[in-house]
């Protein structure tokens, strides 16, 4: 009963540093998402991918990049990172857009 | 512009009580998604609804289509209840994503 796992669960960042949120899951979902929540707003859309080879962008996706080179992994790139990234990040899955699993989150801080 | 507005922001119940968190969308939906958010933790799905009305335990999800708007009830209402209860939407022809709220911080005291 995996679901959606993400890792790391917490990460500072130096300003211009880069890393890669990971995210996998196990539900065979062919729409996975990665939305950012800043505090008081309502989660936002960053990128998503509706199968294995097809991403696309979302609302805020500026300063990220993704791949789905297979069904289960999702990664979000972050390059040169800024204090305007500093926030929670979360993977989620649905299978044809219903039933969405959210993954336990990314804080990250960039200083 | 597609729209989700959630209210209260803030609500704080005593234990026992009867408590209601409204969301309101601006034009038509496919589906309407309640999750809890507890402090620190991860987004849980609690009701996808089109139509009607859910109930799981002491929770109640309904959705009015014609007024665009969503209710979510709590009855007897505990301070594990306590988390940040979420309102998403899926507008039709959205590609299945989901419009997010901005949350209702509820908190239950003993």
């Known amino acids: 009963n995996a679901g959606v796992t993400q890792t790391p669960k917490f990460r500072i960042l130096k300003i211009g540093q880069s890393m890669t949120l990971q995210c996998t899951q196990d539900?065979?979902?062919?729409?996975m998402y990665w939305y950012r929540q800043d505090p008081g707003m309502g989660l936002k859309l960053i990128y998503y991918?509706?199968?294995?080879?097809?991403?696309d962008k979302g609302e805020v996706p500026n300063g990220y990049n993704v791949s789905r080179s297979t069904t289960e992994d999702f990664p979000l790139r972050l390059e040169l990172a800024a204090p305007s990234q500093t926030s929670v990040y979360f993977c989620?899955?649905?299978?044809?857009?219903?039933?969405?699993?959210f993954g336990s989150g990314t804080r990250l801080t960039v200083v | 512009k597609n729209e989700v507005e959630q209210s209260p922001q803030n609500l704080t119940a005593q234990e026992g009580e009867f408590i209601t968190i409204n969301c309101s969308y601006s034009?038509?939906?496919?589906?309407l998604h309640w999750l809890q958010q507890h402090p620190g933790g991860g987004i849980v799905s609690l009701f996808m609804?089109?139509?009607g009305k859910k109930k799981h335990g002491r929770l109640i999800a309904t959705i009015n289509i014609q007024e665009k708007h969503s209710s979510l009830h709590i009855t007897a209402s505990h301070p594990r209840d306590s988390a940040v209860y979420i309102c998403?939407?899926?507008?039709?022809?959205?590609?299945?994503?989901?419009?997010f709220g901005s949350g209702t911080q509820l908190t239950v005291l003993p």
């Open positions: 609804l089109s139509s």
């Open positions: 991918s509706v199968g294995a080879g097809i991403t």
């Open positions: 034009v038509g939906i496919s589906a």
């Open positions: 539900m065979n979902h062919n729409y």
């Open positions: 989620a899955s649905s299978s044809q857009g219903y039933g969405y699993t």
């Open positions: 998403a939407v899926r507008f039709g022809g959205s590609a299945r994503q989901l419009t």
